[in-house]
C-alpha cells in the first residue's frame, strides 16, 4: 500500500470511531429515563444535583403563580416535593394532571425544573 493510502486508511479509521463516540455519547445524555416522586424521595442524596426527568400528579390546591414563578406540589406513590419552576406556565397546566418535570433535585424536598411537560388528556376517558 502507498503511504498516501495508508495516511488515508488510518485517519478515516480515527474519524470513523471519533464520530461513533460523539453518536453514542449524545444519544446517552438525551435518554434520561423517568423517575416517579417515591423513587427521588427514597434517595435524596443520589439524586441532589443531577438532571433528571421526574413524573406525578400535580397536587390539588398546591398551585401558586408569582412573579415569574410558578410553585406546585407533585405526588406519586403517597410522596411529595415541591417543583419551582420560572417560565410560562405549560399549556393544559391544571391541577389533578400528570407532568413530567426535567431539572434537578435542590433539596430533600425541592425540585428545581427548567422545564414542565404535561400530558395530553386521552379522548377516549
Do not use: H
Not at 424521595?41 to 443520589?46: I, K, L, V
Amino acid at each position: 500500500m502507498p503511504v498516501n493510502r495508508k495516511v488515508l486508511t488510518v485517519t478515516s479509521i480515527v474519524l470513523i470511531i471519533a464520530f461513533t463516540s460523539i453518536i453514542l455519547y449524545s444519544a446517552s445524555t438525551f435518554t434520561n429515563p423517568y423517575y416517579t416522586v417515591s423513587e427521588v424521595t427514597a434517595d435524596p442524596a443520589g439524586f441532589t444535583g443531577r438532571r433528571i426527568q421526574m413524573i406525578g400528579q400535580v397536587v390539588n390546591g398546591s398551585i401558586w403563580i408569582g412573579s415569574g414563578t410558578l410553585q406546585f406540589k407533585i405526588a406519586e406513590g403517597g410522596s411529595e416535593l415541591i417543583v419551582i419552576y420560572s417560565g410560562s406556565m405549560p399549556q393544559n397546566f391544571q391541577e389533578g394532571i400528570s407532568v413530567v418535570t426535567v431539572g434537578n433535585l435542590v433539596s430533600e424536598n425541592t425540585f428545581q425544573a427548567t422545564q414542565i411537560l404535561t400530558k395530553c388528556p386521552s379522548k377516549y376517558q
